[in-house]
T-cell receptor
Framework: DTGVSQDPRHKITKRGQNVTFRCDPISEHNRLYWYRQTLGQGPEFLTYFQNEAQLEKSRLLSDRFSAERPKGSFSTLEIQRTEQGDSAMYLC????????????FGSGTQLSVL | EDKVVQSPLSLVVHEGDTVTLNCSYEVTNFRSLLWYKQEKKAPTFLFMLTSSGIEKKSGRLSSILDKKELFSILNITATQTGDSAVYLCAVAGDSWGKLQFGAGTQVVVTP
């Protein structure tokens, strides 16, 4: 257990529905990241928060995706109007002062869009 | 665009064998290279390398970085079935924690 928790672990939804995932990082970490991983590939960066500020978004993050970290603690990732191509593992990671690029990953939310 | 290529994509070895995994990269403003092990879900951190030629070791695992030739290797000696996993290589460039991952190497250790 890395200390980063994600909920839910699995989500099955129908195409066109909205889904929301939650990530609770390690409490003393000020940086929080979302990555997406598809079968046979490494994780791909989606977005990054430092405290409550969203500092960077990948061009992979279409306008159907939105992420928030309202109080600089937990974060949510929402996907609106899901498509089958959104099916993937969504991983959250956190890092703090002194950890540099070393990130601690959660177990992910596996999304299946039918 | 940053790029990380891992080889081989997969391999099967017998318990006790030694494996060598390769990672080559191209990245703007290199900060560090990291190795992670992914067994089922969460990638777990193994090593972070920033300087050329300095080997990092942890038990039967070791890794080294060559910043001139832009590659790293991860060695696992005396493999055990518990070493079966996907090993991910990632590089960090301009942004803190924005890691560019390779596709991973699937290692299967048979008894």
């Amino acid at each position: 257990d890395t200390g980063v928790s994600q909920d839910p672990r699995h989500k099955i939804t129908k195409r066109g529905q909205n889904v929301t995932f939650r990530c609770d990082p390690i409490s003393e970490h000020n940086r929080l990241y979302w990555y997406r991983q598809t079968l046979g590939q490494g994780p791909e960066f989606l977005t990054y928060f430092q405290n409550e500020a969203q500092l960077e978004k990948s061009r992979l993050l279409s306008d159907r995706f939105s992420a928030e970290r309202p109080k600089g603690s937990f974060s949510t990732l929402e996907i609106q109007r899901t498509e089958q191509g959104d099916s993937a593992m969504y991983l959250c990671a956190s890092g703090g002062r002194g950890t540099n690029e070393k990130l601690f990953f959660g177990s992910g939310t596996q999304l299946s869009v039918l | 665009e940053d790029k990380v290529v891992q080889s081989p994509l997969s391999l099967v070895v017998h318990e006790g064998d030694t494996v060598t995994l390769n990672c080559s990269y191209e990245v703007t403003n290199f900060r560090s290279l990291l190795w992670y092990k992914q067994e089922k879900k969460a990638p777990t951190f193994l090593f972070m390398l920033t300087s050329s030629g300095i080997e990092k070791k942890s038990g039967r695992l070791s890794s080294i970085l060559d910043k001139k030739e832009l590659f790293s290797i991860l060695n696992i000696t005396a493999t055990q079935t518990g070493d079966s996993a996907v090993y991910l290589c990632a590089v960090a460039g301009d942004s803190w924690g924005k890691l560019q991952f390779g596709a991973g190497t699937q290692v299967v250790v048979t008894p």
